[in-house]
């Protein structure tokens, strides 16, 4: 049942999309909540389904989207196919590209399997942005100071072909539960 569901709506959508394509615009601009995702909000996210999916980054596309309408999750999209639902929006200052930043987080794959985890070791992880992967470099400038957010990475945007012997397979989807805390750890 499920399924079908969500096959009336890819279809819709389909349907709309190819009425409005010049309308379309190029991000998605829901804003994130925790209720139930409407039609309107899983039409923001099924613009970027593929039909016929014939390369990684569309198979992975379509499996993100899978994954935020099975879990309720609505999103902004990067230009890179980033996902980010915040949960909690900070009041500190907006990230910037070279910001020295600390960030509690858990890492896990789609099927919920935890990788790693700053919660675990008991400590933030403290970097500068742009000496991430991909997926959190483009996305921690979307967050501010203070955000509770989680990020969906495709496959090329995280450990890519490599994967993280041991942890993660190559070409796997990740998610990341990010808090981007107020002052580094050093400031403390």
């Not at 389909?14 to 909000?41: D, L, R």
């Not at 993660?168 to 990341?176: L, M, Q, V, Y």
Request: charged share 25%; glycine share 8%.
């Amino acid at each position: 049942m499920k399924y079908i569901s969500l096959l009336i709506i890819i279809f819709t959508f389909s349907i709309v999309s190819c009425k409005n394509k010049s309308e379309v615009p190029n991000k998605v601009t829901t804003e994130v909540t925790n209720k139930k995702v409407s039609e309107a909000e899983l039409g923001d996210l099924y613009q970027y389904y593929h039909a016929n999916p014939s390369t990684l980054d569309q198979k992975d596309e379509n499996t993100l989207i899978e994954y935020a309408a099975d879990k309720n999750i609505t999103a902004i999209r990067t230009s890179s196919g980033v996902y980010i639902q915040t949960h909690k929006e900070g009041n500190g200052e907006q990230v910037k590209w070279g910001d020295k930043i600390s960030v509690d987080y858990k890492g896990y794959t789609l099927d919920g399997k935890e990788f790693d985890s700053s919660y675990g070791r008991g400590e933030p992880i403290t970097f500068r942005v742009g000496n991430m992967n991909a997926g959190w470099n483009e996305a921690l400038p979307y967050l501010k100071r203070g955000t509770k957010a989680t990020l969906l990475l495709p496959s090329h945007m995280g450990y890519g072909k490599k994967g993280f012997p041991g942890y993660i397979d190559p070409d796997t989807n990740i998610a990341f539960d990010v808090e981007v805390l107020e002052e580094t750890a050093s400031e403390k």
